[in-house]
């Protein structure tokens, strides 16, 4: 019975000490928190930046933020665009006698591509008229020249 026992428990401490180990590794992406920033002072005019498209990236414009008690200007920066989402640019806001920082966002596109090609139709509005009939049947052959 002790063999029995001994060789049991045995059995046991070599299959918990052949355990598996598992190791991972992972990001978590959320968006940055919500800042709330209310200042009396107004905020100086923002700096105008030229920018090139750059396809697939969106620019996200810089700001005026205050610390310190001093305006401070922060860069703006590139963004990879997020399929069927528009960016809207963060602003100052005035409220009564205070100014507030509303924070830029993505928003779901629901107009359509934001920034696709523009169509328009340069035609006259009346349109000209038709051909006049072929006389000999054949297909009618203009020259756009």
């Not at 709330?36 to 620019?59: K, L």
């Not at 665009?81 to 928003?107: C, I, L, N, P």
Request: with cysteine; proline share 13%.
């Amino acid at each position: 019975m002790k063999r029995t026992v001994l060789a049991s428990f045995l059995l046991v401490a070599t299959v918990a000490a052949t355990g598996c180990v598992v190791r991972a590794r992972g990001q978590v992406h959320a968006p940055p928190p919500a800042v709330y920033v209310e200042v009396e002072e107004e905020p100086p005019p923002p700096r105008q930046t030229v920018v090139e498209v750059r396809p697939g990236f969106v620019f996200i414009q810089g700001r005026w933020d205050r610390r310190g008690g001093q305006w401070v200007w922060r860069d703006g920066y590139w963004e990879r665009e997020r399929a069927g989402h528009v960016w809207y640019d963060g602003r100052w806001e005035r409220r009564g006698r205070r100014h507030v920082w509303v924070e830029g966002s993505w928003r779901a596109n629901t107009q359509g591509p934001a920034n696709g090609p523009v169509i328009r139709d340069h035609r006259d509005r009346n349109p000209p008229p038709p051909p006049p009939p072929n006389p000999g049947g054949g297909p009618v052959i203009r020259d756009h020249r």
